[in-house]
């Protein structure tokens, strides 16, 4: 029986194919490199596949084969596969006939490759920059990325896999990867695993619900959130500012099967683009990771905001963290959807527009649950951060649930982690208040507290964690008298060291 290629196999070749880049480029642009080749490598052997079995079908049949093809998933010209740039790879202009071939891949299934725009998802990525070097080393590396990823162990047909999540997942793994290399300008485009994981456990949808993200980066949160349903009955959207990102997020969705998903290209905020006629799209949940306080968000254009998105409070120029939480609270459905976001812990206590938009949430009894989570969670930035959980369907329970999470985690060399066992406690205790088993008061020692709304009302809506979630640690009681003793002990040392010192001068006669 012939061996089915593992994750873990996948994973190792196309990493290694990264030292084509490593050192020459940055890895925030050479993943686009890689992960592109990854899908076009993916689009190729998928289509290799079904025209072997259709010419089976039709014993050998090529021109019905062909006919066949035309209504399969993609269409996939023959000058655009994997195999023929792999058989060019020595042409001196092989980075332009990369460029050709994506071109008009993309053409050929313009629907799904292309945005609404007309815009397509191959446009940010130019296999025929000077990026790559001189004309001979351009050549160099492209002939070694097609090589890296002709290895016969690198067959992903379908039928060679050992699993169906295989792609999606080696996929996945790169950007995780290369978010680890890239540092401060991974957070652009990823949120940690765990972290997404727990977004999606705590806003568990049901099936048949409409999930969106709407800063949905490389689309990792929002295919876990769609994979918590539990289900295939669930439908995914998707918005990303960043063009290149908004492309990963596609091949993203396609390598994991959601070819149904809908990512849109655009500035959420300015210019929200998942709509129904004029009015935003509703969905049972949201969930995002915006950039931190961004500058810039679009305050100038707030308070004439179509969509009326604003209404508690245009939240200032220099910090756009509420704008996002604003617009993902306004796209959920009355009664029933739910927010799960997260934010720079400044969200929680900041004055001003933010106090009062703040206080406007929970009045109006959106607030279900403060999360704080440990420092260094996230690439690009070491401070902590929180998740906030609104939920349009808390009903008669006004009381808010408050977990200190901050001390639970896995320390890592770059990176701390949350373990299993972290997101657990955490769900665990939430899924518990959101039944309604949970009183006000201490829930847990230092870990977890249900306030209400008499206690928000006295804090002034501040919802700072240490004011509910009581962390002290008491020192333990001193000891006096064995304090006491340590000093005589140490003085007597002290003179005895001094009369030593001081005969040896004598007797140096100094």
């Known amino acids: 029986m012939e061996k089915k290629i593992t994750q873990q196999e996948i994973n190792n070749i196309v990493w290694k194919a990264c030292d084509t880049f490593r050192g020459v480029i940055d890895p925030s642009q050479y993943k686009d490199y890689i992960l592109t080749m990854l899908f076009l490598k993916y689009v190729s052997d998928v289509h290799k596949d079904k025209f072997s079995k259709y010419l089976e079908k039709y014993d050998g049949d090529k021109e019905r084969a062909e006919r066949a093809m035309r209504h399969e998933r993609f269409v996939v010209p023959e000058h655009c596969t994997f195999d023929y740039l792999y058989e060019h790879?020595?042409?001196?202009?092989?980075?332009?006939?990369?460029?050709?071939a994506l071109n008009d891949l993309e053409e050929a299934n313009r629907e799904k490759l292309g945005g609404e725009d007309g815009s397509g998802i191959f446009r940010n990525i130019d296999f025929n920059s000077s990026n790559l070097g001189d004309a001979k080393d351009k050549k160099t590396r492209l002939k070694n990325l097609l090589t890296d990823f002709s290895d016969k162990k690198l067959d992903l047909r379908p039928s060679h896999l050992a699993g169906n999540d295989i792609i999606g997942d080696a996929y996945e793994f790169l950007i995780a990867h290369f978010a680890s290399d890239a540092g401060k300008k991974a957070g652009e485009f990823y949120t940690p695993g765990e972290v997404s994981t727990l977004i999606a456990k705590l806003t568990k949808s049901a099936p048949g619900a409409r999930i969106c993200d709407p800063t949905c980066g490389s689309g990792s949160m929002l295919i876990k959130a769609g994979r918590e349903v539990g289900s295939d009955n669930f439908s995914l959207y998707g918005q990303e500012a960043n063009g290149s990102t908004w492309a990963l997020a596609v091949m993203n969705m396609f390598l994991h099967g959601f070819d149904n998903a809908t990512v849109r290209w655009g500035d959420t905020?300015?210019?929200?683009?998942?709509?129904?006629?004029?009015?935003?799209?509703?969905?049972?949940?949201?969930v995002a990771n915006p950039p931190f306080s961004l500058d810039k968000w679009g305050a100038d254009e707030a308070a004439a905001d179509p969509h009326n998105r604003f209404w508690r409070g245009v939240p200032p120029i220099s910090k756009g963290d509420w704008a996002f939480i604003s617009h993902m609270i306004e796209t959920t459905y009355e009664g029933r959807g739910k927010v799960g976001v997260v934010v720079p812990h400044g969200v929680l206590f900041r004055g001003s527009s933010e106090g009062k938009i703040r206080q406007k949430a929970i009045e109006e009894n959106l607030l279900e649950a403060v999360i704080g989570l440990p420092s260094n969670l996230f690439f690009g930035t070491g401070i902590p951060a929180a998740i906030l959980i609104f939920n349009r369907g808390k009903g008669t329970n006004k009381n808010v649930l408050f977990i200190d999470a901050s001390q639970r985690y896995e320390p890592g060399k770059n990176q701390n982690r949350l373990r299993e066992q972290d997101i657990n406690a955490i769900v665990d205790t939430y899924r518990r208040f959101n039944s309604g088993e949970l009183e006000a008061g201490v829930v847990e020692d230092k870990f977890a507290y249900v306030a209400t709304p008499e206690e928000l009302q006295e804090n002034e809506?501040?919802?700072?964690?240490?004011?509910?979630?009581?962390?002290?640690?008491?020192?333990?009681?001193?000891?006096?008298?064995?304090?006491?003793?340590e000093i005589d002990k140490l003085e007597d040392e002290l003179a005895?060291?001094?009369?030593?010192?001081?005969?040896?001068?004598e007797e140096l006669s100094l």
Not at 91 to 96: F, K, L, R, V
Not at 470 to 481: K, L, P, R, S, Y
Not at 496 to 505: F, I, P
């Open 269 to 286: 905020i300015r210019n929200p683009k998942l709509k129904e006629g004029d009015a935003l799209m509703k969905f049972d949940t949201v």
């Open 496 to 505: 005895a060291v001094q009369q030593e010192m001081k005969s040896y001068l």
């Open 89 to 100: 790879r020595n042409e001196t202009n092989i980075g332009e006939l990369i460029n050709i």
């Open 461 to 485: 809506y501040n919802l700072n964690i240490p004011r509910y979630v009581d962390t002290f640690e008491e020192e333990d009681a001193i000891d006096v008298q064995a304090v006491q003793q």
